[in-house]
């Protein structure tokens, strides 16, 4: 067939259907029929399967983040219960901190008392020995000053008188008459200074 031939028909066909206005927005009626059954088609398969699986997804992620957040309240929960036993544990360690503190100082003071009282003992014991030692001393000196000076005040006053005075009673009351005197003067220039 001639180009002409198949050109002639579209050309008519062209004339004929010229749509104008208003006319020229709206489809033709079968062009609706067709679109909706499509449309109903796609609408039937996506509320029948598409649908339900987003629904199912989403009650998943749901299902995980209300998972999520009481896992989170659970163990903020158990953070603060954590914190507060925390807390009382310091307390109570502070309390017990300060009572062994206490306790330490009165036991360093009761350590540091009888330390004292025995220190203070056995100072007094030393000195009452060193008195008694002394005294001991002190006698052990005058009887031996007491000896020697008599021997010798005996040998001074058998020269002067010229009678031997060998007679140990005689000698004795020689000498504890000498020391008494001695002991009498020494006295009185204690009592007068």
Do not use: C
């Not at 109903?40 to 629904?55: D, H, N």
């Not at 330490?104 to 330390?115: N, Q, S």
């Not at 005058?142 to 009678?163: F, N, Y």
């Not at 031997?164 to 204690?190: H, I, K, N, P, W």
Request: proline share 2%; charged share 30%; aromatic share 6%.
């Amino acid at each position: 067939m001639p180009a002409a031939h198949i050109a002639a028909p579209i050309t008519v066909a062209a004339e004929e259907s010229e749509v104008t206005g208003l006319d020229l927005f709206i489809p033709a009626w079968y062009d609706i029929i067709w679109s909706s059954v499509i449309v109903v088609v796609i609408a039937v398969v996506f509320y029948k399967f598409v649908l339900p699986r987003f629904q199912e997804v989403l009650d998943e992620r749901t299902a995980k983040i209300e998972g999520g957040m009481a896992k989170a309240e659970q163990a903020q929960e158990e953070a603060a219960a954590a914190l507060a036993e925390y807390h009382q544990q310091l307390a109570e360690s502070r309390a017990e901190a300060a009572k062994t503190r206490e306790e330490a100082r009165a036991e360093g003071a009761a350590i540091v008392a009888e330390l004292r009282t025995k220190a203070n003992e056995e100072a007094s014991r030393i000195v009452e020995t060193a008195h008694r030692q002394i005294e001991a001393e002190r006698q052990a000196a005058a009887v031996s000053l007491r000896a020697e000076v008599g021997t010798l005040a005996t040998e001074l006053a058998s020269k002067i008188v010229g009678e031997s005075l060998e007679d140990s009673a005689r000698q004795s009351r020689v000498v504890d008459r000498f020391l008494d005197e001695l002991e009498a003067s020494q006295s009185t220039s204690v009592k007068e200074g």
